[in-house]
């Protein structure tokens, strides 16, 4: 690319395309790639030109700081939803739309996460029992627990024979 590309990503629409890229989070690397290019040209670019280095400056932590701001404002000037809002992101286990105390919602993980295990120790089973792509997972160990009890049976009553 010839010199003076820089002029282009001077404008203030291109200033704020490489602002939005930084706050979606891509590194120099990658603004430079999209620019068209050597990172080390947009270091030096940033140093030179104040406005390029501003706008790359300002990364995704900044932009959650200033609308965290913005919300901020709107809250104390009265704005419903967004007293609404703030409350239920900084205060959510006092105003989340949650009816359940904090004990429940445990208890409501710790079960979703033993289901998920005993799903997942189902399919195991199922693919050691010969691999029946899931359709019939469900009838395989429901059968699964009759053959042990009838070895149970024949086990004891082997053990009747030989006392």
Avoid: C
């Amino acid at each position: 690319m010839g010199r003076g590309i820089y002029k282009i990503w001077l404008k203030k629409e291109n200033l704020l395309l490489l602002r939005g890229w930084k706050m979606n989070g891509l590194t120099d690397e990658q603004i430079a790639a999209n620019i068209g290019v050597n990172v080390r040209t947009l270091g030096k670019w940033k140093e030179k030109y104040g406005q390029i280095g501003q706008a790359l400056k300002r990364g995704k932590e900044h932009a959650n700081y200033a609308v965290e701001n913005e919300l901020l404002k709107k809250a104390l000037s009265g704005n419903t939803t967004a007293i609404i809002f703030w409350l239920k992101n900084n205060y959510r286990e006092k105003y989340s739309d949650s009816q359940k105390t904090p004990l429940e919602e445990q208890l409501t993980q710790q079960q979703i996460r033993r289901a998920k295990s005993e799903a997942d120790i189902a399919a195991a089973k199922a693919d050691i029992l010969g691999g029946n792509n899931g359709s019939d997972s469900t009838y395989i160990i429901d059968d699964m627990g009759d053959v042990f009890d009838d070895d149970e049976s024949k086990d004891e009553s082997n053990d009747d024979k030989t006392e």
